[in-house]
């Protein structure tokens, strides 16, 4: 039994040992630092090439969904989920950092870390109504963005405070059966997941479009009149 722990343990040093002389089989990408540029980050570990720093941090973790790898200390460094430590650290110049998926600067997305985690958003300039947001969000390959944790729209609500100052979407709807919202990935909204505001969804005048505004203190969503125009977040993809 302790031969094949051992011939397995070789096998998969082996297999870190060639993933760094072939190319990437991972779908991480190289992404520019977040504009606020510290992330948290769970402790580091030395590793061969940036590859087996993707791989293993994977093995580590199924949720690892971004590290940082310096290729002068050789080390490997997990980052941006909720489950990971409190550490924090400002990446050197030397240090890389890869993210899973695309996060493609030149769409307008940017990394944009808030407490534990960093997603991965593109914020309105405009103010527009909800299916023309979602149309601007399709065309970039993105959604607009959902909230299905409390995390997600707690930072909701901190952009609409902090950033829009104003009114803004939400990307969930009541427009295929009135009074069943769906987000705009296609999942039910948990009903046993409190977003809304009080006697919010109302319905009031045919409202089929979630966000918030002035009339629930920004402080929790409401249904809206899809025509309305307001600010809109798009996400390429939810990690939360
Ligand atoms: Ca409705
Ligand atoms: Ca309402």
Same mark, same amino acid.
Request: charged share 20%; aromatic share 14%; hydrophobic share 35%.
């Given at each position: 039994?302790?031969?094949?722990?051992? =011939?397995?343990?070789?096998?998969?040093?082996?297999?870190?040992?060639?993933?760094?002389?072939?190319?990437?089989?991972?779908?991480?990408? =190289?992404?520019?630092?977040?504009?606020?540029?510290?992330?948290?980050?769970?402790?580091?570990?030395?590793?061969?090439?940036?590859?087996?720093?993707? @791989?293993?941090?994977?093995?580590?973790?199924?949720?690892?969904?971004?590290?940082?790898?310096?290729?002068?200390?050789?080390?490997?460094?997990?980052?941006?989920? @909720?489950?990971? %430590?409190?550490?924090?650290?400002?990446?050197?110049?030397?240090?890389?950092?890869? #993210?899973?998926?695309?996060?493609?600067?030149?769409?307008?997305?940017?990394?944009?870390?808030?407490?534990?985690?960093?997603?991965?958003?593109?914020?309105?300039?405009?103010?527009?109504?909800? #299916?023309?947001?979602?149309?601007?969000?399709?065309?970039?390959?993105?959604?607009?963005?959902?909230?299905?944790?409390?995390?997600? =729209?707690?930072?909701?609500?901190?952009?609409?405070?902090?950033?829009?100052?104003?009114?803004?979407?939400?990307?969930?709807?009541?427009?295929?059966?009135?009074?069943?919202?769906?987000?705009?990935?296609?999942?039910?909204?948990?009903?046993?997941?409190? #977003?809304?505001?009080?006697?919010?969804?109302?319905?009031?005048?045919?409202?089929?479009?979630? %966000?918030?505004?002035?009339? @629930?203190?920004?402080?929790?969503?409401?249904? =809206?009149?899809?025509?309305?125009?307001?600010?809109?977040?798009?996400?390429?993809?939810?990690?939360?």
């Amino acid at each position: 039994m302790e031969f094949l722990c051992s =011939l397995f343990r070789l096998k998969f040093y082996l297999y870190i040992l060639d993933l760094c002389h072939g190319s990437s089989p991972t779908d991480f990408n =190289l992404v520019n630092f977040p504009r606020n540029g510290a992330l948290r980050v769970g402790a580091p570990w030395r590793e061969r090439c940036v590859t087996s720093c993707l @791989v293993t941090c994977q093995l580590k973790d199924a949720g690892c969904r971004s590290a940082m790898y310096d290729p002068e200390k050789k080390m490997c460094i997990p980052g941006s989920q @909720v489950s990971y %430590g409190n550490n924090e650290v400002t990446p050197s110049f030397t240090t890389l950092l890869y #993210v899973q998926g695309e996060c493609n600067p030149n769409e307008g997305f940017f990394l944009y870390p808030h407490n534990s985690f960093v997603t991965c958003l593109f914020l309105s300039a405009e103010k527009i109504n909800y #299916v023309d947001a979602r149309e601007k969000c399709r065309l970039k390959g993105s959604h607009l963005y959902t909230a299905k944790s409390q995390v997600k =729209l707690d930072l909701f609500i901190h952009l609409v405070l902090n950033v829009f100052r104003g009114p803004t979407w939400i990307g969930l709807t009541d427009l295929d059966h009135e009074g069943t919202f769906v987000w705009e990935d296609g999942e039910m909204l948990n009903r046993s997941m409190k #977003v809304w505001a009080k006697n919010q969804p109302d319905n009031w005048d045919i409202e089929n479009c979630a %966000g918030t505004n002035y009339y @629930v203190n920004y402080s929790a969503l409401n249904d =809206l009149p899809c025509s309305d125009q307001y600010s809109y977040i798009c996400e390429p993809y939810s990690w939360l």
